[in-house]
């Protein structure tokens, strides 16, 4: 087991960017992206081309990135709500073997209500850091560390901070997606300030194994890039939204797909936005992506200074690296924005695996199709490691694919997601007249393969779309009784994985007149 004394170094960087759908990536086919940085690391790793995260939005998916488990059973199913102070998370789990995991960027984790008193400041901001992280650049709470280094750069904060996200020059007549940048200029985006706060800290560690969880904000809204990301791209770069003629068309399909097209906002995107997003026009969606592709331009740029330094340093035969993120982003998609509901927008994204080690020379700039999730990512790193991967953990090890090149025999065949919609109802007066459901009713679960995709909800309707004839998932088949025999697989198969996967923690000890016996 390697520790921090052993000669044969292991550096872990694990990068996670936030709110970057899937099908961003050149790699996967997008046609205009531009990320010679991104696209250098795709040539010497390994992409998943089918990863999803298994929850969304924030705080969720990143406590099942980083505890290993499905939220089913973390049961921090949206932001703010608590994660039970019981459940190891891989920084813990590192620790074991020797790492310092150190963090830039956040978690957006709520904790323990039966441990930290109820007056503690970590339970008034949207989220704090997961136990077990030493923060070298955190963001959270309230965003202060890079305010604070905005402001010693000499830049003058607006007194509503977030101004610094406007659009430059916009007028009160320019609503929402705009091509101008935003005020921040490039050198102090918040972009910036992370790879500062990275780059630093890689400085420092430089004598000693060391495991760097990197994040990144963007491309999360506000969706305004600054100069000169914010023109990269034009609205010809951009395809038009997968939606029906109408929102009212596309309501008919459910009543919690209804509830979005009437309720979000686009001032929740951008910093001069009004009205709802479901109102956008097909111009200002294009234009929309047009910034969002800029954003991930200046990630793509940020993250390669990253790269450079690991080779400059002579660390990068020496390091893991894993590029992911928390969640997607339906970016006008069914009339929505943001990471919520059930289509494949906001849970499909980006997995690209590094690994340094000579036996995964045969698969560099290969592509794998079979169906991983962000679970998976805990076991991989500490199978890399060495280091043992806890009961709890739902995922499995990805290495089989970076170093064999073929997935082993009994892998999963449907790729399986969760979203807790209690949260719609703190806009609310009298939830139980918003979707006739009370909190603890209010969630989804989807079982997908190639071919279909099951939606089952606690109280409302299910849905089932025949992804071959329906890509787009615009027609549930659900009520046909010609597909019953399919709907009925499906359902199966969900309910198979709820039971293979319910809460195990203790279930692998036994009782025995011999004491304990531990059958894993």
Not at 337 to 358: C, N, Q, W
């Amino acid at each position: 087991m390697p520790t921090i004394a052993d000669p044969k170094r292991k550096n872990v960087l694990l990068i996670v960017v936030d709110q970057w759908r899937g099908d961003t990536l050149k790699a996967a086919g997008h046609k205009s992206i531009r990320t010679p940085n991104i696209d250098a690391l795709v040539a010497e790793s390994v992409t998943f081309r089918r990863h999803y995260t298994v929850t969304s939005p924030c705080g969720p998916a990143r406590a099942s990135l980083l505890t290993g488990m499905y939220a089913m059973n973390h049961r921090a199913v949206q932001n703010t709500i608590p994660l039970d102070a019981r459940h190891t998370n891989l920084a813990m789990e590192v620790r074991k073997g020797g790492w310092d995991p150190a963090i830039v960027g956040y978690t957006t984790t709520t904790p323990d209500p039966r441990e930290w008193p109820a007056m503690d400041p970590a339970f008034t901001v949207l989220g704090d850091l997961m136990h077990g992280w030493r923060p070298v650049g955190a963001f959270e709470p309230r965003m202060e560390g890079y305010f604070a280094w905005v402001a010693s750069q000499g830049y003058k904060l607006p007194e509503n901070r977030g101004d610094i996200w406007l659009p430059e020059g916009v007028t009160e007549e320019e609503l929402g997606a705009t091509r101008k940048p935003s005020r921040i200029p490039a050198h102090l985006s918040d972009t910036r300030w992370f790879t500062e706060r990275a780059l630093i800290y890689l400085l420092g560690a430089a004598k000693r194994p060391w495991f760097l969880h990197l994040g990144y904000y963007r491309p999360h809204p506000p969706f305004a890039a600054p100069a000169p990301y914010h023109d990269m791209y034009s609205i010809e770069d951009a395809p038009a939204p997968v939606r029906a003629s109408t929102p009212e068309e596309e309501a008919r399909q459910h009543p919690l797909l209804r509830f979005f097209l009437d309720s979000i906002d686009k001032r929740r995107f951008f910093e001069n936005g009004k009205g709802l997003a479901s109102s956008m026009s097909v111009a200002e969606v294009r234009q929309m992506r047009a910034t969002y592709y800029g954003l991930i331009s200046e990630c793509d740029a940020e993250i390669g200074r990253v790269l450079q330094f690991l080779r400059d340093s002579g660390q990068w035969d020496d390091t893991l690296i894993i590029l992911t993120s928390d969640h997607g982003e339906q970016l006008g998609d069914h009339y929505i924005l943001g990471k919520v509901g059930y289509f494949d927008e906001s849970f499909h994204i980006p997995l690209i695996v590094r690994d340094p080690d000579a036996s995964a020379d045969a698969t560099r700039g290969t592509v794998v199709d079979s169906f991983t999730e962000s679970i998976d990512i805990m076991p991989t790193i500490l199978n890399w490691l060495g280091l043992e991967t806890p009961r709890t953990v739902d995922g499995r090890s990805l290495l089989p694919f970076v170093r064999e090149g073929a997935a082993p025999p009994d892998w999963r065949r449907h790729v399986y997601y969760e979203y807790d919609y209690r949260n719609v109802f703190m806009s609310a007066s009298r939830p139980e007249e918003v979707l006739g459901v009370d909190l603890d009713e209010a969630s989804l679960a989807v079982v997908e393969d190639e071919a279909g995709k099951y939606v089952h909800f606690t109280k409302l309707p299910s849905l089932y779309f025949d992804l071959v004839q329906d890509p787009g998932q615009f027609t549930s088949l659900a009520a046909d009784p010609s597909r019953a025999s399919e709907v009925l697989r499906y359902a199966q198969a969900m309910l198979s994985w709820r039971l293979r996967f319910a809460e195990r923690t203790l279930t692998g000890y036994q009782a025995s007149p011999d004491g304990l016996v531990k059958r894993v």
